[in-house]
DNA sequence: TTGTACGCGTTATCAC
DNA sequence: GTGATAACGCGTACAA
C-alpha cells in the first residue's frame, strides 16, 4: 500500500474523465441550468464510478454559507437537553442542515470559543443555551449578522429572542399543589448557580405563598451544590442534594413539602427520607422538575414539573428556518411554553393533623 | 438599517486598511514567516478593530482538512452515550478540534447520509456508533481514507478498530452474582433490537450458567419492545419494561433473578415488582447495567453493572488524534474495558429457602 | 521583511 | 447546450 496522499476525485476529475469542462460537470451535478441528457448521464455515471463527493468547503466558501447550525448547549447529561438536543438534530437534518454542537459546561471561557467556532465557520444561525456569565460572546456574534435564537435562558441585558419554559408558573402550580394538599412547611432545593431558571422558580414559589397567605420566612431555600463548573463531565446526579437533605429533613416536623429544581435532586431527598425513616408522601411531600425519564417510575412516582421539551425545540428551529429563508429581522419575541404538572404519588393528599 | 449583503471582512480588507499585502497579513495573523513587529501590531490593531474572524471554510479548502471530528452516535438521550458525547466534545475541543455530530436512532438511512456529511466536509476522523444494520456506509468512510474507530459495538464483517466494553464478561460476572446470592430462576430483560452488545450479554448469562451448571432451558430471555426505531424522540425509558415485568413477574417463583439489560428497563421491573407486591430484593433480585445516574439513589439502590465511558471516550479520542498526527494505518485492534459490578440492596443475600 | 503568483474546489456570469 | 473566465478567502512558493 503506498502511501501517497490521493485526494479525492473533484469535479474537475470528472471533466477530464469524459470530456468535458469543471463548469458542465458542475451544473450536471447540481440539475440546474441546462444539460444535454446524454452528457448528463456520462458525467453522472463517471461521478459514481468515481465515488465523487462535493467538497462542503469549497461549496461553503464560495455560497458564503455552509448550511449549518451551531447548537451550543452548557452539558448535555442533562435530559432535558440530550432530549432537546435529539429534536433540533432531527428537524435540522430533515432541512438538510449540519449540526455544529458544542457543550459549554456553564462556562464562559468555552461559550466564547463556541462563539468563535461559530463565526469562522459561517453558520446560518445559532440556536443557544447561555449560561449567563456575560452577554459578550452573544452580542458578538449578533453583531455579525448571525440569527440567533435563546433557548430556556434569555440574556442578561441584551433583548434576544427566546423560547423557552415558564418555569415561574410551573413553580407557583406546584407550590400551590404542595400547599393544598397540606405540606407545610416548604424546603426549596435549588443548584446555586445564578441563572435566570432558579430565579423564575423561587420567583413562583413566592407568588403562590402570597396568594395562600403564607409567610416566605418559613420556607428555607436550600442551595445545592453545583458540580457543572468544576472540570468535571460528571453527569446530573443526586449526590450534593442527598447529602443536603439528610441535614435539612433531620429534625423536619411531619408535612414538610419540599420543591426541587430537578428531578435529579428530588431523587436525592427520595433516598434521603428513605434512610432517615421518612415515607413519601406521609411525612414529606415531593415535588420535582423536569419529568425525566426515570420519574414516573419512582416509588411513589414523582410529582413533578413537565416541560414541553418537543415544542421548544421545534419551534427554536422552525424560527431560526424562517430567518434564514429570509424573514426580515423583527423586534426579539419572548415565548414561554407552559409547563404542565404531573402529579404522582409523592404528593398524595394527606390528611391534616 | 439597509439590506446591504454585507460579508465579513476578510485579510485583504485588513492589507487595503493598513497598506499592506493579504500575505503579510496572513503571516502576521497566523504568527509564521518573519514580520516587523511594527507592521504586525498594526495588522493586529486592524484585525481586532474590525473583529475579524478567520474563514474556516476557506482554510479547510486550502489545507484540505477542516480540523474537525465527525461523531455518530445511535440516541443522545441514552444516558450511556450523552456521557460519551461530554467526554469525547470536551477532549476533541481541548485539542481544537471541532465536533460535527449526528444521530442516527437506529435508521441505517440516517446512518448513510451522516456518512455523507462527513465525507463531504472532509472531516479528519470519526468516531462512530453503528447501528449495525450494515457496513455499507463504513466501508465507504473507510475505503475514502478516513480515520474511523467503533465505539461500543463493532461492525458486522469489516474489521475495523474498536473499542468498548465487555459487555459478556459484565453479563457473565452479574449473572454469577444473582445465582450465589441465591436467585433462581433467571429472567432476562433485553431490548429487541439486533445488536452485538445484547449478544454479549446474553452469551456472558449462558457462560456463567455453564459454569454454575444450571440450565440454560430454565432461564426465559424476554425481548422488550424498541422504540428507538420509531420515528420519535422518545427518550428511554422503561414504559415497555414495566408492562412486560408485570406478566412476567406475575406467578413467578419467590427468588426470582432479573437481569436488565439496562438500568430504564431494571427500573420498569421495579415498578412492576412493587405493583405485583413483590419486594426487592427478598421476593426478586434486580441487576442492571450502565449505572445510569439515577440506579444509586433508588430504593433499594439497583446492582448494576458499570462501564468505564470516561476512558472508552477518552481511548476513543486519542486513537483518532494519533491517526491524525500521523500514526500509520495498523492492523485493527478490539480494545474492550472491563466494567465492575456495582453491588447494591436490589441483590442483597437472602437466606435460602 | 515584504510582495507576486498560483492553487485549493466550487459556483456564477457571461459569452459562444 | 457548453466553454472560458472570474471569484470566494486563505496558504504556500518563490522572488524581490
New interface residues.
Given amino acids: 500500500m503506498t502511501l501517497e496522499e490521493?485526494?479525492?476525485p473533484t469535479i474537475k476529475t470528472i471533466a477530464q474523465n469524459v470530456g468535458m469542462t469543471a463548469n458542465t460537470v458542475s451544473r450536471a451535478l447540481r440539475g440546474s441550468g441546462s444539460i444535454s441528457p446524454t452528457t448528463r448521464d456520462k458525467i453522472l455515471a463517471e461521478a459514481r464510478r468515481l465515488?465523487y463527493?462535493?467538497?462542503?468547503?469549497?461549496r461553503?466558501?464560495v455560497l458564503?454559507s455552509?448550511n449549518s447550525l451551531g447548537l451550543v448547549m452548557t452539558?448535555?447529561?442533562n435530559?432535558f437537553y440530550?432530549?432537546l438536543?435529539?429534536?433540533i438534530?432531527?428537524r435540522s437534518?430533515k432541512d438538510g442542515y449540519?449540526?455544529?454542537?458544542?457543550?459549554t459546561?456553564e462556562n464562559l471561557q468555552?461559550e466564547e470559543?463556541a462563539v468563535?467556532?461559530m463565526?469562522?465557520?459561517?453558520v446560518d444561525g445559532a440556536i443557544v443555551v447561555a449560561t449567563q456569565g456575560s452577554d459578550a460572546p452573544w452580542q458578538?456574534l449578533m453583531?455579525?449578522?448571525v440569527p440567533m435564537i435563546c433557548v430556556n435562558r434569555p440574556l442578561l441585558e441584551v433583548d434576544c429572542e427566546l423560547v423557552g419554559i415558564d418555569y415561574e408558573q410551573g413553580a407557583y402550580d406546584a407550590t400551590l399543589h404542595l400547599l393544598d394538599s397540606g405540606h407545610w412547611p416548604l424546603v426549596v432545593f435549588e443548584e446555586d448557580l445564578e441563572i435566570s431558571t432558579v430565579h423564575s422558580r423561587i420567583a413562583g414559589v413566592h407568588r403562590a405563598l402570597g396568594v395562600r397567605g403564607r409567610a416566605a420566612e418559613e420556607v428555607s431555600i436550600v442551595r445545592i451544590e453545583s458540580l457543572r463548573d468544576n472540570d468535571s463531565?460528571l453527569?446530573?446526579?443526586?449526590q450534593s442534594a442527598?447529602e443536603e437533605a439528610h441535614r435539612r429533613l433531620a429534625g423536619t416536623p411531619r408535612g414538610t413539602g419540599v420543591i426541587a429544581g430537578n428531578d435529579?435532586l428530588a431523587?436525592?431527598v427520595?433516598?434521603a427520607a428513605?434512610e432517615l425513616g421518612l415515607s413519601i408522601p406521609e411525612d414529606v411531600g415531593v415535588c420535582g422538575q423536569g419529568d425525566?425519564?426515570?420519574s414516573a417510575?419512582?416509588?411513589p412516582g414523582l410529582t413533578t414539573v413537565r416541560s414541553p421539551v418537543?415544542d421548544i425545540g421545534a419551534a427554536a428551529v422552525d424560527w431560526i428556518m424562517e430567518r434564514i429563508r429570509g424573514a426580515p429581522?423583527a423586534p426579539p419575541t419572548h415565548r414561554r411554553f407552559a409547563p404542565t404538572l404531573q402529579v404522582r404519588g409523592s404528593t398524595m393528599a394527606r390528611s391534616t393533623g
Same sequence: chains 1, 2.
Avoid: K
Fill in positions: 490521493t485526494r479525492p465515488g463527493v462535493p467538497n462542503a468547503a469549497a461553503a466558501l458564503g455552509a452539558n448535555p447529561s435530559p440530550s432530549e438536543f435529539s429534536v438534530e432531527r437534518r449540519l449540526l455544529q454542537l458544542s457543550a459546561e468555552n470559543s468563535d467556532a463565526l469562522r465557520w459561517r458578538r453583531a455579525n449578522g463531565t453527569p446530573w446526579q443526586p442527598y435529579f431523587l436525592g427520595y433516598r428513605y425525566h425519564p426515570f417510575f419512582l416509588t418537543q429581522p
